[in-house]
């Protein structure tokens, strides 16, 4: 069960968890794919095997190994458990490509087995994972390292061909930073959007809250639940008629009405052939202001044709900003002068925000990147003058 | 490089052409290392100290109009410029009679090449580089193959094979990554799109509000103004600019309101400076569903709490209620909710209507709708939509 927490931010419980949710549903699809060309890089390396005639037993070792890092991978998948573990698979299959090739290097001891370890690098990658490109970059540069210190022969080098080594190690060294950067950036990119993601949806839920309090202000009552089931009532009624099957919506709908009397412990005593999780199932037909009933039928009300061409969606970026680049500083100001009043005076028909709750949304929610970050130090630095100010410009107009 | 670590550590948040300006920056800051460290080394195996030194000031005059473009913003260019340098080392590597590494040196480059992340510069300067290589490997196989007894043939076709299967694996792994952010910025636009939409119900209650209440919307509230108009002159003194006219672009900005943006700028008498501001200011606009509006929202809700129980963002309905009796009961309430609950906007644009049977059915037609309701609860309802409307009215 998820703790409430009054912010939407990074740390999160509720956000957190989703975001580790949407992280797994992606890597899972990536996986799939990295997998794929896991087998094709087994499949090559059995092949060099083979061709270099490797003993027997090593290739029955390698032949075995893969087979049962296949069966692992499939085991999860089958038996659903696949996305909890989608991370742990993945570190293993690294691993276990790195091992491979690295059996291979020392088996044959050419050009080519030093090539695979590039291929290795390029299917890890696939992964696109922040622990996974940490093991990818450091197993690529210490096995290239090692490689090329204590086995030279591999890429036909002399022993006294210091000058080559010394640019295969500089190659190795710059080019995994490079890559490491390279990654970086993506994952980065891709854990922003996660996180985004995430928020959203958090987001969504606070603002069909606030349609929810709107609504009430307006029409000053809620919806009719005991209307509600009246007219569900004789549906349900008609419905089994039509299916010519037994009424079993009668009792449900009677364990709704008595859940909203009574714990669910009372209303499991009263109908004992129910279950707890049945009952807790019934107890979700509950009209509560923020339950689930009422934003599915408020979602649903709202679901509309969507249109969302290609360019909008790649036009449409993450964040809203008070501070375009492009913009001029007096703009820059001005929205964030707008914005602090809306907040500060509690405009639209909502609660004002202390100063120490702007501050806080400013600097600990996403909002730390949207505001131009000398207006922000100004703010930060002097709350207590921005609040004077707020306060006497309403008290000359008198509308405080 | 303090400015390259922090656009590094905050690269979710840069625009794209920021984003590679810094990747270009930083394979010149490799390049230059890079550079420094093997040109000489060079040298000493294969190359004549006049081939070595053409390529040592060939190599600084590329390495220098790379960097020009990029304090020019012209990264894109600086991104080809750095990529023909590398082709060129690549090319003189390779060159190297004994330099059997000069094969891995193919890697690098490509290496680079997806660094940048464009898959038309990796289709078109990887591509050509793995011709190149091909052409490389057949010619230099034999220094490649080392002391097993195989044929060079063979050798050469298991060189080729890695090399071009690196290639394509990038390539397929580039159109994969794009389809993956595809579908991450839909998801999200998608979401987006819905809140945009709660909001603008939201304002429209807001401004039901204020006519019921007598209430002044903020852009009418002379204190509101004032406090804006203040605030703004207190940051602007602190920023140490000419201080005055920004009162001038605070008035203006209220007066906006009044106006369209096509208006503003279709006006001929006004000048270019203030159509300038126009365009800036009309997307924190405070009457109408903008970005500012959204931020507001935004803002508010962070310290608003909500109660979202177990399994807080599923809603398909399968998944909330797995009995199918109470899927059913459920479909029944939303033709209620639907039918009776006055939130869909009427003809004057204000949210006082229920929806129709007819548009209810429209509704359930659609494929957005599948994110709640399966095709199945679709289906149940079509086929007894006049049940629906006789009993839950």
Known sequence: MVKEDPKIRS?????????????????????????????LLAALMFVL????????????????????????????????????????????????????????????????????????????????????????????????????????????????????????????????ALMFAASSVMIRKQMFYYDQLAKIKEMDLRMIGTVEDYVKQYRNKEPDRTRYFRVLRRFTEALAKKMDIENVFEERIDIIEALEKMPETEVLKKYPEYSLEEIKELGRFSFETDGKLRALLFKIGQTEALSLPKEDIYTDTPLRTLSFHTDSHYAQIIAFSVFYVLLKKGAFHTEPLTDEQIADVLSNTDFAHLVHSRILDVYIENKDVFDNIFRDAMAREGTT | MRTLWLKLKNSAYLPVNELLGMKVL?????????????????????????????????????????????????????????????????????????LAYGYFFFFITLIVIIFFQDVYA?????????????????????????????????????????????FLFFLVYFILSDTHYEQLATDFATRRKAIDKYRMLAMKFSAELDERDGVAAPVEDVGFQKA????????????????????????????????????????????????????????????????????????????????????????????????????????????????????????WGRVERSMTHEEICELFKLNELRTYLSYEHAVFFLENEDLFNQCLR
């Open chain 1, 11 to 39: 740390g999160h419980p509720a956000v957190l968890e989703q975001r580790e949710i949407i992280e797994r549903e992606y890597l899972a699809k990536k996986a799939t794919f990295a997998n794929a060309m896991f087998i």
């Open chain 1, 49 to 176: 095997l083979q061709l270099y005639d490797a003993s027997s037993t090593l290739k029955w070792t390698y032949g075995l190994f893969f087979v049962f890092l296949a069966a692992l991978n499939f085991v999860m998948y089958v038996y659903g458990e696949y996305r909890d573990n989608v991370k742990l698979c993945v570190y293993l299959n690294a691993l276990a490509m790195y091992m491979g090739v690295s059996g291979v290097m020392m088996e044959i001891r050419n050009v080519s087995a030093f090539a695979l370890l590039f291929l290795t690098y390029a299917v890890v990658a696939a992964y696109q994972e922040r622990k996974t490109t940490i093991i990818n970059h450091m197993a690529f540069l210490f096995i290239g390292l090692v490689t090329v210190h204590r086995f030279p022969g591999i890429l036909m080098l002399a022993p006294t061909a210091i000058g080559e080594r010394v640019t295969i190690y500089v190659l190795l060294t710059v080019f995994t």
């Open chain 2, 26 to 98: 930083l394979v010149l800051v490799f390049m230059f290392l890079f550079g420094a460290l093997t040109i000489p080394v060079s040298i000493l195996e294969a190359f004549s100290v006049t081939v070595t030194l053409v390529v040592a000031l060939g190599f600084f005059v590329m390495f220098a109009t790379s960097f020009s473009m990029v304090l020019l913003k012209r990264v894109r260019l600086a991104m080809h410029l750095s990529i023909y340098t590398f082709i060129g080392l690549t090319v003189y590597y390779v060159s190297g009679a004994t």
């Open chain 2, 228 to 347: 804006v108009s203040e605030t703004a002159l207190f940051i602007n003194e602190l920023f140490e600019d000419e201080g005055e006219n920004i009162i001038e672009v605070v008035e203006f900005y209220f007066a906006l309101h009044q106006y369209t943006l096509d208006d503003v700028l279709a006006d001929s008498r006004i000048a270019a400076i203030t159509k300038r501001y126009a365009s800036e200011l009309d997307k924190f606009r405070i009457d109408k569903n903008t970005d500012l509006m959204a931020l507001f929202y935004e803002a508010r809700n962070h310290v608003k709490e909500r109660h979202g129980g177990e399994d807080r963002y599923v809603f398909r309905l399968e998944d909330v209620f797995t009995a199918k009796a109470n899927q059913l009961m459920v479909l029944g309430l939303v033709y209620v909710y639907l039918r009776t609950e006055w939130m869909q906007l009427d003809k």
């Open chain 2, 122 to 166: 990796y289709t078109v300067y990887g591509g050509s580089l793995i011709v190149y290589g091909i052409l490389y490997i057949n010619a230099q196989g034999e220094a490649l193959m080392g002391d097993f007894e195989m044929s060079v043939m063979m050798s050469n076709v298991i060189h080729q094979i890695i090399l071009v299967g690196f």
